[in-house]
């Protein structure tokens, strides 16, 4: 097991950050890239302009640090990799068919691909383990915990009512789109790791620092693409949504002090590491 990343694992991670940057700054600024209507196409505008200042970087800085064998610069990548994972669905699944529906494929399968690689030949409980003594664990699993069933209670409340009254929720209804493309995405690739970051970090289990850092990070990053969904909604067609910035901005605040105090104790080296993992016991 290592706690390091391969060279190809940068490169292909590099790779990865210049074509997110791409298909962004096309959202962002070329005209025509998007053949949604104007409720999602402005908020998809938005969120690119503010992930090309975020999410190329985090991206290649991550890589290049875990390449060196910076145990938080594995933290930053893996974060990296669940936001763009996150992120590229709603393109992917969600928009229109456009030019960059490919660019979208690769995105998403190179972020799976990697971080399944990640799980299998990374030694996390190492990293885990090497975070310093008296790392914060409470508040931090417990404000996770709220951004999770929070987030997974909104969502889950709306689908259950318009269980019960044969409808369709409003939100889904105002987005002209025929699934609850948010519902899905949000319960599936984020709640559950909100929950199991606060749950493992609440047991004080090596895994559970490692989780609970990456999501934090990836949470808080989220936060302000959502930001910049809101401000850049055209208010004709999407009412109130920069009634939701200090929603947004509330939890961007509460998920990046979870991050900044976990990063804080995780160790920066990888001398560290091998210094606080225990040494397995052979019979």
Do not use: C
Not at 44 to 50: H, P, S
Request: aromatic letters at 10%; zero cysteines; hydrophobic letters at 60%.
């Amino acid at each position: 097991m290592h706690t390091s990343i391969p060279k190809a694992w940068a490169v292909t991670s590099w790779a990865l950050a210049v074509l997110a940057a791409a298909t962004k700054a096309a959202g962002a600024f070329l005209p025509g890239t998007y053949r949604d209507g104007v409720w999602a196409a402005s908020q998809m505008r938005g969120a690119d302009l503010v992930a090309l200042a975020i999410l190329p970087a985090l991206l290649a800085a991550g890589a290049e640090a875990a390449r060196r064998g910076a145990p938080r610069g594995v933290l930053v990548w893996l974060a990296a990799l669940h936001l763009l994972l996150y992120d590229v669905a709603f393109y992917l699944y969600g928009a229109a068919y456009n030019d960059f529906f490919l660019a979208y494929t690769a995105l998403s399968a190179g972020a799976l691909v990697l971080l399944t690689a990640a799980l299998a030949r990374l030694d996390l409980d190492a990293i885990g383990a090497g975070f310093a003594a008296g790392t914060p664990r409470r508040w931090p699993a417990i404000v996770l915990a709220i951004l999770g069933l929070g987030l997974g209670g909104t969502w889950l409340a709306q689908s259950i009512a318009a269980l019960a009254s044969g409808t369709v929720p409003a939100s889904v209804v105002a987005s002209g789109h025929p699934t609850a493309l948010v519902f899905a995405i949000d319960l599936t690739m984020l709640v559950p790791f909100f929950l199991l970051g606060a749950w493992g970090l609440w047991r004080d289990r090596p895994w559970g620092r490692v989780a609970a850092t990456v999501v934090a990070i990836s949470g808080a990053a989220y936060t302000a693409l959502l930001a910049g969904m809101a401000i850049g909604a055209d208010p004709t067609v999407v009412q109130g949504a920069t009634a939701l910035l200090p929603l947004w901005a509330t939890l961007g605040v509460a998920a990046a002090s979870v991050a900044w105090t976990l990063l804080r104790h995780a160790p920066n080296r990888t001398a560290t590491v091998a210094a606080r993992t225990p040494r397995r016991q052979y019979s």
